[in-house]
């Protein structure tokens, strides 16, 4: 294993103090629980809205903690959900008069953790709302998830929810949102490479140099099937057909098209994968009205891509294009 390491038992608490370091004045953190929250919340004219899930999927979650986002993050170690006790402590930190929101991707874990903490919090009279994401149309179950899984499709929950709570939302009003938003963005991914977790060394699975996995997790986990190396065209059609059948998109439909990195497909690649998606939309009469190319739910540093589409209305769009600040800045 080659990484940028020092104790793999200390590699997410020194990730997290950097991404503090970084942005001293705007963001804070508990290092006992390993929460990350934004230096001016909670705020009783606002929801606070809180997202944990494993770590490794940089920048979700804890890069996307600020202003028209998220509250504050309480992410576990790599690929594994929070203890209950970071959910419940950044639950009770978080307080507002007006609520707080939980996002939990649809896993197991994320959601055995979320209900527990929800239960002591609503116990102490904080008042939670719960929306659960899970966009992936690659699997209906797995090891690691109840239903579908929550992936990329997770972006656009919290930047919606995160606008509607800046402009003073009420707590039902954004679950009403979440779960509408959740409803209409379908996501699917594959993977060319494993990825390795610090405190394992050793890759999650095994792949050939000519082989891909389709429908993957972003936890290493199986895909819907295994095959031969493939032009990226080819991708892109099995992806893109999956994931416009599901909702079913139609002819018309206003779009945001996502071609999402896993953390190690270079941006060259990202964007030929993305020429061939937007073709693709123009064929069957999607209208591209917002378009993301880059790393937003990745898997340390696998080689591979998942493609969202997301049905956009006008409402959706203006919080799309709401003011937003997170950590991760270009320049």
């Keep these: 294993m080659k990484k940028f390491v020092n104790d793999p038992a200390n590699f997410v608490r020194e990730m997290m103090e950097g991404v503090v370091l970084a942005n001293a004045n705007k963001l804070k953190w508990i290092p006992q629980y390993n ?15 809180i997202q944990g899930s494993g770590s490794g999927h940089e920048p979700a979650h804890i890069m996307l903690v600020g202003q028209g986002m998220l509250g504050a993050a309480c992410p576990g170690n790599v690929f594994a959900a929070p203890p209950m006790e970071y959910v419940y402590e950044c639950t009770k930190l978080m307080n507002s008069k007006k609520g ?20 002591m919090a609503e116990a102490d009279g904080i008042k939670i709302g719960t929306v659960i994401i899970n966009d992936d149309v690659a699997v209906e179950a797995s090891t690691h998830s109840v239903g579908r899984r929550g992936v990329a499709g997770n972006f656009f929950v919290i930047k919606a929810c995160g ?16 779960n509408s938003v959740n409803s209409v963005v379908r996501t699917m991914g594959m993977a060319l490479t494993s990825c390795t977790p610090p405190a394992k060394g050793t890759p999650i699975f095994k792949i050939g140099d000519d082989e891909m996995e389709m429908g993957i997790g972003i936890h290493g986990e199986p895909g819907r099937r295994r095959a031969k190396m493939a032009p990226a065209d080819a991708i892109i059609d099995e992806l893109f057909e ?24 270079p ?15 123009k064929d069957r009469g999607f209208e591209v009205v917002r ?26 769009e203006r919080l799309l294009d709401a003011p937003a600040e997170i950590p991760i800045r270009v320049f």
Excluded at 246 to 264: A, Q, S, T, Y
């Design 291 to 316: 378009n993301y190319v880059g790393n937003y739910c990745t898997s340390l540093e696998m080689a591979g891509f998942s493609l969202t589409l997301i049905r956009l209305d006008n409402k959706l």
């Design 163 to 178: 606008a509607a709570a800046e402009q003073g939302a009420s707590l039902e009003e954004l679950v009403k949102l979440g």
């Design 242 to 265: 999956a994931v416009a059948s599901d909702l079913p998109f139609k002819k018309g439909d206003r779009v945001g098209l996502m071609i999402n990195g896993m953390g190690g497909t």
């Design 35 to 49: 929460i990350i929250y934004r230096a001016d919340m909670p705020n009783d004219n606002k929801v606070s809205i």
């Design 267 to 281: 941006f060259s690649e990202l964007y030929l994968l993305y020429r061939k998606a937007a073709l693709n939309c």
């Design 100 to 119: 707080v929101l939980h996002l939990i991707n649809n896993y197991q874990g994320d959601r055995m953790v979320f209900d527990m903490a929800r239960e």
